[in-house]
Structure formats: C-alpha cells, structure tokens
C-alpha cells in the first residue's frame, strides 16, 4: 500500500474499535509553553491526559505531523528526520493494555501483513502484564525483551505526562549486523527498526518526582516513515540483500530523482554525495511543510522558529552548493516536488503553495549573498591563525550564530587550509546559548505552576462575561504574583519530546505560593468561582476592573487562563484584605471592555477586507487587541501599497456604516470549517467551537472562529483609520490601526497639525501640497545657489589669504585655519583648492557644520617620506573636540561633538606635525 493508503487503512482500523479520528495539531503547538513544535502526536491531548480538559471522546485517533530540532545534525544519515508522520491511537481512561497490545499485533500482522517472525516486542523492566500479554499474542519469549528506563521509558519532557512504554522492532536479519549473533533491538545497528511505541500514560513528572495522573491513558505512535520502509523491504520487488531507508520510499523518492536531475548525479552511486541529497531532500521537505502550514506557518528569521526553519533551508542550500554542485536555485524546485508529492493527503500545501515559493526563494537568495559574507570573514578568521593551530570555538560560533555559517563549512574550508576546528569550544559557545534561551524561556516553571492552580482550583472557572461586566461570586484560591517575563508570561522551552531520561533538575523558577489571605498593597492571583473577566486569548488583553469583598478590594490589572480551564485574576489589593472563602463582586471596567471589543470586530473586518483586496493567501499570524489600538499581522510576500491600504481602509468603514449584525454560534469544529469559516493563528479549539460572523446572511463578510468578545454590531466600531503598514520578517506584514475614540484623537490631531502647518505656511489646507512643493522647489534653486557660492570662494585668491597665515614648523609650513562652511562638501571644496595652491605643506582646516565640527586634513606628497599621515593627524585633532576620524595619509577627515572646542582642536596641530617629522626622522 502506498503512503496515503497506509494513513487511511490506520485511521480506518481504530475507527472501527470505536475511536473518533480528528485532525492532527498544527505543527506549533497552540497553548504549550514547553515545546517550540509538535514532536508527538499526544502533544495535543496532554491537558486530557492530566485531567485538565474533558476530550471530546475517550478513543481518539490522529495522524500528526511532527518536528523535532534535536535531529537536524543528525540528518543525512539514512534514518533520522526532523519532520516526519505520527500515526496515533489514544485513549483517555478508557482501554488500557489488554486491549491495545493484542490491536497492535492485530494491525502489523493481520492488517499490514508483515512476517511475525520479523516482530520483537519489548517492555519495560517490571511490566509483567505486557510480556504475559505479548506472550499471549504468540509471540515467543525468546523474542519479547525487557530493557529499563533509557529504552522503554517515555516522557514527553522535563514535566508533563510520562510512564513505561512497550515496542514493537522490525527485524531486517542478521546479515545486517556486524557482529552476527546475539544481536537484540537495543544494539545500534541497524538490523532491528524501532515502528510501534505503546506508551503506557500513567504518571505525572514535575521535574524531580513522579505521581499518578487522574487516569491510566494510552499514548500510541508509530512513524508513517520507518513503516513505510519496512513496507517497502517486503514487498517483492525489493533486494532483501539491501538494508532500505525512508529515502527509498515513494515519500522521498520524487524529491531525490528531482536533485539527481539538477546535479547531474546518481543517488547511490558516492557516500558523500548520497549523504549530501539526503539532507537537501529531508530539509527541503521539512521546511515546505514548516512554511506551509495552513494554520501557524513558520516563516524563517532570527528568532525561535523561524531560525529552525532559517537554519534547515540554509542547511541544505549549503550542502546543495558545496557537495552537490548546485548553483542555481534548488529549494523552489523541490517544494514544488513535496507539494505535488504530498498533497493528496496534504491539501493545504496546494493550497499555500504560491505562499511557500515567495517566501523560500528570496530566502536562499539571502543565503547566497551571507555565504559570501561568511566565506571573507573566515579568510580574515584564518589569516591570524599560526599553522596547525584551531580555529578558535568563539569564532566559528561567531560565523554559526551571526551569519547562519554551518559548521560543516567551517570546518572544510579551515581543512583546506590545514587548520582544524575547536569542536569542544563551539560547543561550549552553543550550550552557553542553549542556557540563555533556557534561562529566558522557562516552560517548566510555567508547567509546573499550571499544577498548582489545578490543585488549588479542582473546578473549571465559569466564564460569564459574554452576557454580563458584574457578577457574585466566590474566591476559590489565591497565590502571589509571580514574576512575568518581558513578553508579559514565560517563554517556550527548545527541549524536544524524548522517552528517555528521567527529567529531574527541570525548573521550578516563577512557580508561585498558595495563600490564604492577602492584604494591602500586596499583589495576588486570585482564582474566582464563576467570573465576567475575558482572560488574555486570541490576541485580545484580559479585562480590568476590581473584585470587591466584605473586607477588602482588590484592583484586577490583568486576567489570563491558566492550566487550559482556569481564569485567574492578577492585580493589586488596593484596600483591606481578600481571603479564600469570600464572597465577593466581581465587576469589569467597561470603558476598557467596550474599546477592547470595538478594536477585535474591527482586526475581523480588516482581516476579510484586506483577503479581498491582496488575496485569499492572506492568513492571520498574529494579534494585538488592546483598548486603546490593534495590531494585525498577516501572511503577504510584498509591501501592501498606498492604494490597497487605501481599499482596505475604505471597505472596512463601508462595513462600519452599514452596522451589520456582529453574531455568535456554537457549533462543531468540522462543520465549522466546512462552513467556510476561518480558524488561524495557532488557537487551540475543542471538539465545539464559537463562530464570530459579521452579516451572518450569506454571503458573509467574514466567519472566524474566535472566543473573543465583539460588539453587537459593526457601527458601535465608530471608525477604522489604519496607522501603519510595516513589515515584521520574510513574507509577513503588519498592520497597526486605531477605533471609536482613539480613531477619533488621531483625527483630530492630525487635523490640528496640518491647521497648524497651513497657518505657519500661509496657505489654505487644499493648497498646502502645491505650497510644499513650491517651497521645496525654491530650496533647492537656494542650495544650488550656495553651493556655486562656496565654490568661488574655494577660488586661488581666497586659499591664497589662507596659506599666507601659515607658520613654518621645523621648515614645514603648517596651516590650522578655521573658515565658514555650509557643509562639508563645501568643507572639501576649500581643501581641493587649498591643495592645489599648497606646493609644500601640511593644513587641517575646520568649519561648524549643522552645530558640529568637522576637520579635513591634507599633506602634499613630498612629506608622505618624512613621516606626516593625514589620517593619524585628524583623528588626533578630532578627538580634542570629542570626535575622531581617519583616512589616506594625504587626505583625511574627521568630525567631533563640541563645537566650542574647534580652536583648541586647531591650536594642537603645529605640535603634532612636529612630533610626526620627529618621529620620522628617528
């Protein structure tokens, strides 16, 4: 069966066993602090597995595309991958290992039809009922191995799910293992391949210890990839004499036939150069899917994603270049190949591939240009080094870190030159790196704090804010504040899923403490029973407002959700003191309420307006909802010009005026997308999902799913006017924008600065450019004016009266003159005229230009010999008005700070002179 077959038949299987298939999670987790990319296909259900969320079923079933940054070394070989499929099965308290071992035995044997004798499973340490189970399933003991915590232990990091896992290994035989017999699937060989992982999901780690999870849960993931190959290995065209790899398969195929195309060489035929189109194909392949998703593309820059996204293509553009011999552009040319490869059971590549193409091929283009860049400053790099020494770790991080230069490259080039490489001090330089992002991100913290209020507050907080700003309820829990990052709340942690290593040491920075009482002026969580507060989501800020009790009252300053079903309050307590047990009234501001809502109804209505002006490939990537502006980012490969944001402007307002109804609907997520409507930015939605329509009859303006809160209709906006269109990184776009009062200021100052302007300029407001334009035309005829102006007095009998001030230093004459100069071009027109007239001598001539100084210095050719340096003596003169500067030795200038210190600057000239002909003589 071909890839798309084997997805299918796998879904279809646990279908039939009671399972709901759902859609796999977007390739960046929404709302998982600990991971910069979905590496697992329970990434999604972790807040099921720890009883922090009800699933929509208690069987599920996904195919989940994954990445992993641990790997991207480690590919070229012909195993590893960064991204790859995750076929999965999950259940959710329901069945456990009674049912699943004997499914999976079922599935490879029965369904897939591999050879049995080919199978061994292998369990945990202790797992008595696994080996009886396996045993039972027919398999012989000799082939059912035990092995402890670094093979058969999974956790899905330093803190989260985890618990003992068992697997099933594919043997190829024994001829392709080194060392013959007794061999086992936990030798590194290559014999045995690893394609079902049964995780038995028991156990919650915080870090240090382990305890039980609310339920004992199935976590099941077997890689499309590794299958398929051992698929491939049996079917009967293969040479069983051939160990097979991923790349063999029909997945990779296409993309190593389009490289052995545009190199003009054969896979299979060189170590090197096979190795070299295995990463080309494996990273192109990645990062079509990375900036082709449909939901969160990763577009590649500097920071966290995008830079594992940057660093895969310039990767394999390298090895494209270097290895291959590639020169023309290849990254184009092999998205195309995945997109039509994959597409089948992948439609989103179709359709954001014209999205993908713009943005990788101006992004290798810039490789091209930093590889260049990268070569010249390891020359410079080399050219200091002593034969047979290393290149020093901190300057081949240097070339990694700032111009995107792969080791690899360092390390051939400096071969080249009979240099070696610092390995070990690279590698410090990286984990230095690794401990700021690490010190930066805190993701444990933030999961292991997202315990404790779950701990604290047993009962999902009742969200009532759409129906009312005040309400009474209770105070379920308080904490103290803890410490934000910049960002306003913890960074992601870079650590990838791994089902080895017990996690302890993770951290526990910024966990706060439980309290139960807090008084004036200290700051606190407080968790509530039911609650009118909107908690930070989708882009929009959290409510403001105050949580008045019998004794005391606390001023609400932010509201985010927490540990996926809590709302907690962070603020101030203003007077009195707040108690857990109190009853109290929970009141929003609704000046900051109403302004927010104005601002997130217009971010839809400029979200559909500018899809139809610049396009359907117009995708959300961002937000910013605050009540006094709103920031847009979007997906778009060029700057939105005058006259679109113009049409943009115009159609949202269009719709402001005629006040359509603003609606809400809850329906499933499936029949939510069928209808069109629109689900980005990396929001996490359940199975039942909130519709925000604008003119809920069709055709609708716009359709998105949003859990945000909206005005009723679009004329409560008042007025949109856009304050800035900008862009944000590689084929992302920005846009700022103001509502209702705020549009309103913005207006009106504007309108207040051209009166003014028009006042000053003498003019009226619709003669005001024509009046610029005259202006700027008669200042021009002026500077033309001047210039000729300075020229004639850079003339013979003017320089002449100069250098007659001259005084002769040990038989050299010397000028140190200060003269009036509108500029510098002036500045050098008089230095031009001067030298010409000057047979013989040294001048450093100053002028204040635009409140500065600025020094020019020349030297005539018959005393370069006797040691006088135009640019060492400006640089010296410069620095005594706090400047400096530099140049030829016959012509150089300089600039200062001071102004007032020009004549002192001047004054030390003669003796520098004689101090250069002093030195020179010596």
Request: aromatic letters at 8%.
């Amino acid at each position: 069966m071909d890839a798309h077959e084997l997805r299918e038949t796998f879904l279809r299987f646990f279908e039939e066993r009671g399972h709901r298939r759902l859609p796999g999670a977007p390739i960046v987790p929404p709302g998982d602090p600990t991971l910069l990319f979905t590496s697992a296909g329970m990434v999604q259900f972790k807040p099921y597995f720890l009883g922090q969320s009800k699933p929509p079923h208690s069987r599920l079933t996904t195919v989940q595309k994954c990445f992993r940054t641990s790997d991207i070394e480690s590919v070229g070989d012909t195993s590893h991958l960064t991204f790859f499929e995750m076929l999965g099965n999950f259940s959710v308290g329901d069945y456990f290992k009674a049912e699943v071992i004997p499914w999976a035995w079922e599935f490879v044997t029965k369904v897939l039809k591999l050879d049995a004798g080919r199978l061994w499973p292998a369990v945990y340490l202790d797992d008595d009922e696994s080996y009886e189970l396996w045993r039972q399933a027919g398999v012989p003991e000799g082939r059912i191995r035990r092995y402890g915590e670094e093979h058969n232990y999974w956790f899905s990091g330093a803190v989260g799910p985890c618990g003992p896992c068992s697997e099933i290994y594919y043997d190829f035989g024994e001829q392709f293992c080194p060392s013959g017999e007794g061999c086992e699937p936990s030798h590194d060989c290559g014999r045995f391949l690893e394609i079902w992982n049964l995780v038995f999901m028991s156990f919650y780690c915080d870090g240090e210890k382990r305890t039980p999870l609310p339920s004992r849960n199935i976590d099941t993931g077997s890689g499309l990839e590794r299958v398929a190959s051992v698929l491939l290995f049996e079917s009967p065209e293969w040479d069983r004499s051939r160990l097979p790899s991923v790349y063999d398969t029909e997945l990779f195929r296409p993309i190593i036939a389009k490289i052995e195309e545009l190199c003009g060489k054969r896979y299979g035929d060189n170590d090197a150069t096979d190795r070299a189109m295995r990463i080309v194909a494996e990273h192109a392949r990645a990062v079509t899917f990375l900036v082709g998703d449909e939901r969160t593309p990763v577009v590649p820059s500097n920071e966290e994603r995008g830079y594992v996204a940057r660093r895969l293509l310039r990767r394999a553009v390298y090895f494209a270049r270097r290895q291959l011999g590639i020169e023309q552009p290849v990254m184009t040319e092999l998205a195309q190949v995945v997109i039509e490869t994959m597409a089948e059971s992948h439609p989103e590549l179709e359709r954001t591939r014209a999205f993908v193409l713009d943005i990788l091929e101006p992004e290798e283009r810039r490789f091209d240009e930093t590889l260049s860049r990268g070569v010249e400053l390891l020359d410079e790099v080399l050219s200091r080094q002593q034969p047979g020494e290393r290149l020093c770790g901190a300057d081949v991080f240097l070339l990694h870190d700032t111009y995107g230069f792969p080791i690899e490259l360092t390390r051939e080039i400096a071969a080249e030159h009979g240099f070696t490489v610092d390995e070990a001090g690279f590698e410090q330089e990286m984990e230095r790196q690794r401990e700021r992002a690490r010190a930066h991100a805190g993701g444990a913290g933030e999961v292991a704090a997202d315990a404790l209020y779950a701990s604290l507050a047993p009962e999902a907080t009742l969200f009532l804010g759409y129906e009312t700003l005040e309400a009474q309820s209770k105070v379920v829990a308080l904490v103290s504040a803890r410490p934000t990052s910049a960002s306003g709340r913890a960074g992601r942690d870079v650590q990838a899923e791994t089902k080895s290593g017990t996690g302890a040491g993770a951290q526990q920075a910024g966990v706060p403490a439980p309290l139960q009482i807090a008084e004036a002026p200290a700051e606190v969580e407080v968790f509530i029973a039911e609650t009118p507060f909107y908690p930070e989501g989708g882009g929009q800020v959290g409510d403001r407002g105050e949580i008045a009790g019998p004794h005391g009252r606390l001023v609400v300053e932010d509201t985010r959700r927490v540990a996926e079903r809590l709302i907690v309050h962070r603020g101030r307590v203003s007077e009195g003191r707040i108690a857990v047990g109190d009853e109290v009234t929970a009141r929003v501001d609704p000046q900051h309420r109403a302004d927010t809502m104005r601002n997130h109804t217009a971010t839809h209505l400029l979200h559909a307006a500018l899809r139809q002006v610049l396009g359907a490939h117009v995708r959300q990537a961002g937000s910013l909802v605050a009540p006094d502006h709103l920031r847009f980012d979007f997906t778009h490969t060029e700057a939105v010009t005058a006259e679109q944001l113009a049409e943009v402007e115009s159609l949202v307002n269009e719709k402001v005026r005629q006040d359509l109804a603003v609606q809400t609907r809850t329906t499933s997520f499936d029949e939510a997308l069928s209808g069109g409507a629109l689900a980005f930015f990396g929001d996490k939605y359940g199975e039942e999902v909130r519709v925000v329509e604008v003119n809920s009859v069709v055709p609708r303006f716009s359709a998105e799913l949003c859990g945000g809160t909206h005005c009723h209709h679009t004329g409560e906006i008042g007025m949109v006017v856009i304050t800035g269109e900008s862009s944000i990184g590689s084929g992302m776009r920005r846009i700022e924008a103001l509502t209702g009062r705020g549009a309103e200021d913005y207006v009106r100052r504007q309108r207040r600065d051209v009166d003014e302007i028009a006042r000053r300029l003498g003019a009226p407001r619709d003669a005001l450019a024509a009046k610029v334009e005259a202006l700027l035309a008669e200042a021009d005829a002026l500077r033309k004016r001047i210039e000729k102006m300075e020229r004639s007095l850079a003339s013979a009998p003017a320089t002449g009266r100069l250098l007659e001030s001259a005084e002769s230093v040990d038989g050299v004459a010397v000028l140190a003159a200060r003269v009036e100069a509108t500029s510098v071009d002036a500045l050098r027109y008089v230095a031009d005229a001067l030298r010409k007239e000057m047979a013989s001598g040294v001048a450093v001539l100053a002028a204040e230009v635009e409140g500065a100084p600025q020094f020019i210095a020349i030297v005539s050719q018959d005393l370069l010999g006797r040691g006088v340096h135009a640019g060492k003596l400006v640089k010296l003169v410069a620095s005594l008005a706090g400047g400096g500067g530099g140049g030829r030795p016959d012509m150089a200038q300089g600039g200062g700070k001071d102004a007032a210190k020009i004549d002192e600057a001047l004054a030390a000239v003669p003796d520098a002179v004689r101090h250069m002909l002093g030195a020179g003589r010596g």
